[in-house]
């Protein structure tokens, strides 16, 4: 149903929702909270200095649709978490449930949130990411299909888990319904990482005792980049801004991040040595083919014939700019590339 300030919710709920150049997907984004069978409070969009007609839609918007709770906060020297800070801190639901621009959530997103919020009593909820392709073409449809796949996205339950029921302890959802209370209790985001600050607030969350939940009810749909460019670019940040957490939250690794790493590390060493180490060539020759075999036996497996050639340098891809974005990041000291806020994922 349409959104009616007649219909109270039996709590507030505020949506802050980061911005910057999303012109193309900004209005899309806001149908699909007006149209919530849960009645919003408020929605808070925090742009951070778009360059694009981001600010112009919003204000159309809202003079067409006076009724929906909208408001627009301008943060333009602001980053993600910086964004994120801003719209909570003027946010006076009790509730909050932050959304990106990208993204697209189903009409029943937000009950199903409190529902499971209210009903776990967990710190943070959140659901799984149906990915949609971010353009036409063989390779924006291979990205798709890798990035839902374990070989892809290792064991992320919100990227891989879309057809398992039911709610689950994890270590990460994105973007994450909780409590107010629970974003004071903890700090709030890091405004100190460009990525990875959803994961590191739920880091803490958990460390204070509380659990993140997933619940498979709970659906959006994600827009995946198109381009190969474009996902090195995307999984490099991930790499690097990942190793910058950790020398924050060393603890808080996992098998599926340290993969790639170790690979692109171990794959380097054997080069190096095979100049002059026989044996190396052979474990660098062995290492290669190894690899090359998964990824067509992956590819094979859930690729079709407009996807199955271009998938092997998808799954590459991923795995070479996440392993390298993090090395890079151990091997400079943190110092290289110097971040702009521009560069970060909108």
Not at 287 to 304: E, Q
Request: net charge positive.
């Amino acid at each position: 149903m349409l959104y009616s300030a007649t219909v109270m919710p039996k709590v507030s709920v505020s949506v802050v929702v980061p911005c910057l150049n999303e012109e193309e997907y900004i209005e899309r984004l806001l149908e699909a909270l007006r149209v919530q069978d849960y009645p919003l409070h408020e929605v808070i969009v925090v742009d951070t200095g778009s360059a694009d007609n981001s600010p112009g839609v919003l204000q159309t918007y809202q003079a067409r649709h006076p009724e929906f709770p909208l408001s627009c906060l301008s943060r333009p020297l602001g980053n993600i978490p910086d964004a994120l800070n801003a719209g909570v801190a003027a946010a006076t639901g009790e509730i909050i449930v932050r959304v990106d621009a990208h993204s697209c959530p189903i009409d029943s997103y937000f009950r199903k949130s409190i529902e499971a919020l209210l009903e776990t009593g967990a710190g943070v909820v959140g659901g799984v990411w149906h990915i949609a392709p971010g353009g036409p073409g063989s390779t924006a449809r291979a990205i798709v299909r890798a990035a839902a796949h374990p070989l892809g996205a290792g064991d992320a339950a919100y990227r891989i888990g879309t057809h398992a029921a039911g709610r689950k302890p994890v270590d990460t959802v994105p973007f994450g319904c909780y409590r107010r209370a629970t974003w004071e209790k903890v700090g709030g985001y890091n405004e100190t990482l460009l990525t990875n600050e959803d994961y590191e607030f739920n880091y803490r969350v958990r460390l204070g005792g509380q659990q993140v939940i997933l619940d498979s009810d709970i659906r959006c749909t994600y827009i995946a980049r198109s381009t190969l460019k474009e996902l090195a670019t995307q999984y490099f940040r991930y790499g690097w801004w990942k190793a910058q957490m950790l020398k924050q939250h060393p603890r808080s690794l996992r098998l599926r991040q340290a993969i790639p790493v170790g690979f692109v590390t171990t794959l380097i060493v054997l080069a190096i040595a095979s100049g002059f180490i026989g044996l190396a060539r052979w474990g660098l020759s062995l290492l290669i083919a190894s690899y090359a075999l998964s990824l067509a036996a992956a590819s094979i497996r859930i690729g079709d014939w407009s996807t199955v050639a271009v998938l092997p340098a998808v799954f590459a891809t991923i795995h070479f700019s996440w392993g390298i974005g993090m090395l890079t990041n151990l091997l400079t000291l943190g110092r290289w590339p110097k971040w702009s806020r521009r560069d970060r994922p909108a």
